[in-house]
């Protein structure tokens, strides 16, 4: 069954080859066959093909930067798609395929704002000046157990900006390793079963916790003391199961941290949309 239901979602990620997706950070349409839509062959992730870079800034002693990303070495329209994705998605980027550059510009635009936050909230003659280091640090990896046919990429941030604690947020996004375009959830998933989907969720979560209801899960682990389950587009697909993951204070408060939820194909078989 379970070999069945992993064949048949590789089918629906094969099909993704020919389809146009728009994507939730407002992708730039492309000609289907520009992205190799005819082209068969799955891009692989090897050190081949790997190219990374970090980048650091230490301001005055007043913000400290560090970028750390891996992308694909330019060469190819799936690569360069792949590589475009990140940059638009994760850094807030312009549509560049020269990830390096982009990085570059995005965290001298994020030095900028930060500085000229910190010169109005902290002027030199208050007695917390100095006192307060700003920290951004941002990285992103290649997944390494995606599943058949996908290129999945994880960006993770810590910031710091003042207050009694930092914030982590982790985002991943999925592409075809066949055409580089972004995957979404309702390419994987019927949404017209959202509720239904959106129930599994919640029984999964009851059983990862050891809960037998929503009121005890809140009262547990603070879940769902913030908002509601839905069908997000942070999602990790891998080689037996979707990861869902909710970020801090977005279903949850600080304390509870990251929330993730790991719902198996054979699990989710009734909603995969399978042609």
Partial sequence: MKQNIKNKLSLVLCLLSAMSIATSCKWVKQNAAGFGANNSKTLEITEANLDSIRLTSNSDSLLYM???YHFLKSGGIVADSINAGIVRCL??????????????????????????EIQEFYRPDDETFGTIKYEIIQNGRFESDAADTIIAYTGTSYRYTGGAHGSYQTNTINFSGRTGRLVRIDDILDTAHENEILKLMLSKLLSDNDCATREELMEKTGILALGELYLTENFRLGKDSITFCFGQYEIAPYSSGITYIGISYDSLSPYLRIK
């Fill in 66 to 68: 560090e970028y750390d």
């Fill in 91 to 116: 850094v807030n980027g312009t549509h560049d395929t020269d990830v390096a550059e982009a990085l570059r510009q995005a965290m001298n635009k994020e030095e900028s704002a930060m500085l000229s």
